[in-house]
């Protein structure tokens, strides 16, 4: 029996469009919980630097997949998926709706493909009771016991390979899936819609150009001053930190410092939407002068 996908929304696209806010009202409209998707908002202390949603903001939503990280962790793709897919799990069956914010492409499309998860995450406990399996009743049990929620998988897996059935095995206890049916690139693992938020390249640069000054004005120098002992971590490689650091450590001044933080955000948001436009999930380009009318519809 197959067994019915979760349904999940998707709000992407360039960083400044107003990702944020729309999820928050998608939220409150459609009884959604929001699972941010962005490599560099996980890290605790890195809230003015990377547009970090406030409490005041999320206006009472409940917002997962903030604040999960230190600045020193090396936190993969992997982790991301297998934490985000848990949650959009534990969302759904509360009968809520997962919505997915975020401007990290490379989370996204992993997330509903489920790349990454299975090179990552492992679970020892399980792994050492497998192997106890293995040792008191045989390779051919542990090979039974997977061809009997993974068919697919045993087909390919020989008796004697005993670490690769106690991989696909291991994966099904974690997932409560079969490997072979999340292993599958061309089908994503949800029932999605996805939505590109866009605007028009001018209006957007100004935005972002705001959008600096404004995290300037609210004390990005001084944030970036506390995480400075972290500045060979990757997380201080993020678009504001980089820059900054560079003035601290008198590389550049800090009008320079200002200027590459609003050139690099600019590029950034180019390289986005070139991602989105190409990433192979259905999806829908809304402008953002449609979200209002867009949101209307939804209801």
């Known amino acids: 029996m197959v067994q019915e996908k979760i349904k999940v929304l998707i709000i992407s696209g360039p960083t400044a469009v107003g990702k944020s806010a729309f999820g928050v009202k998608a939220a409150q409209l459609l009884n959604g919980e929001v699972i941010s998707a962005d490599s560099m908002q996980i890290y605790r202390g890195m809230d003015i630097g990377?547009?970090?949603i406030t409490a005041s903001e999320m206006h009472g939503i409940k917002h997962h997949m903030l604040d999960v990280a230190d600045p020193d962790e090396d936190y993969s793709v992997g982790q991301y998926v297998y934490e985000a897919a848990n949650l959009i799990k534990d969302i759904a069956i509360r009968g809520k709706l997962p919505i997915i914010v975020g401007?990290?492409?490379?989370?996204?499309?992993?997330?509903?493909?489920?790349?990454?998860?299975?090179?990552?995450?492992?679970n020892e406990e399980i792994r050492a009771q497998l192997r106890r399996f293995v040792a008191e009743n045989g390779n051919s049990a542990l090979h039974q016991k997977l061809a009997e929620v993974d068919p697919v998988s045993a087909q390919k897996i020989m008796v004697n390979d005993v670490k690769r059935a106690i991989r696909a095995y291991e994966i099904y206890l974690i997932t409560g899936k079969p490997r072979s049916e999340q292993l599958d690139e061309n089908k994503p693992m949800y029932d999605y819609k996805m939505l590109v938020l866009t605007d028009d390249r001018e209006t957007l640069y100004q935005r972002i150009n705001a959008r600096v000054d404004d995290m300037l004005n609210r004390g990005l120098i001084d944030e970036v001053r506390s995480l400075y002992r972290y500045k060979?971590?990757?997380?201080m490689q993020a678009i504001g930190?980089?820059?900054?650091?560079?003035?601290?450590?008198?590389?550049?001044?800090v009008e320079q410092a200002i200027e590459e933080i609003k050139k690099c955000s600019r590029n950034y948001a180019k390289r986005q939407m070139t991602f989105f436009r190409g990433i192979k999930l259905e999806k829908e380009f809304l402008?953002?002068?449609d979200c209002a009318e867009y949101l209307s519809k939804m209801q």
């Open 50 to 52: 990377t547009g970090k």
């Open 103 to 122: 401007g990290t492409g490379l989370y996204i499309n992993s997330l509903m493909f489920g790349h990454s998860f299975f090179q990552t995450q492992r």
């Open 232 to 235: 060979n971590c990757n997380s």
């Open 241 to 253: 930190y980089k820059e900054i650091i560079k003035y601290f450590d008198g590389e550049i001044t």
């Open 287 to 289: 402008q953002v002068s």
